[in-house]
């Protein structure tokens, strides 16, 4: 399974980005899919997550109302919608496939700089 990640970027605060997340390879085992972030000299945190199977979602407490996680089957593409972005999303985000019980795939990251 490879992931591909893109439409990061520089934007002020207040702005919006659409990240999104191209997976290829075997797919039919992955049972959830997910996009993270890490900020400099910070851990590794889950922004949102989606349940392959019934579309459950979860987000982070920081993000929610503002950011939103979704699938398009048809072009294998995860997307994160970020809108009123902040200076504290700031950071490398990553998107993530999920395939139990052993396996997890990394996409290679793609910056987020939003500007005061």
């Known amino acids: 399974v490879q992931l591909v990640e893109s439409g990061g970027g520089l934007v002020q605060a207040g702005g919006s980005l659409r990240l999104s997340c191209v997976v290829s390879?075997?797919?039919?085992?992955?049972?959830?899919m997910g996009w993270y972030r890490q900020a400099p000299e910070k851990q590794r945190e889950l922004v949102a997550l989606?349940?392959?199977?019934?579309?459950?979602?979860k987000y982070a407490d920081s993000v929610k109302g503002r950011f939103t996680i979704s699938r398009d089957n048809a072009k294998n593409t995860m997307y994160l919608q970020m809108n009123s972005l902040k200076p504290e999303d700031t950071a490398v985000y990553y998107c993530k496939a999920q395939d139990p019980p052993y396996y997890e795939y990394w996409g290679q990251g793609t910056q987020v700089t939003v500007s005061s």
């Open positions: 390879g075997r797919t039919s085992s992955i049972n959830a």
């Open positions: 989606i349940i392959t199977s019934g579309g459950r979602l």
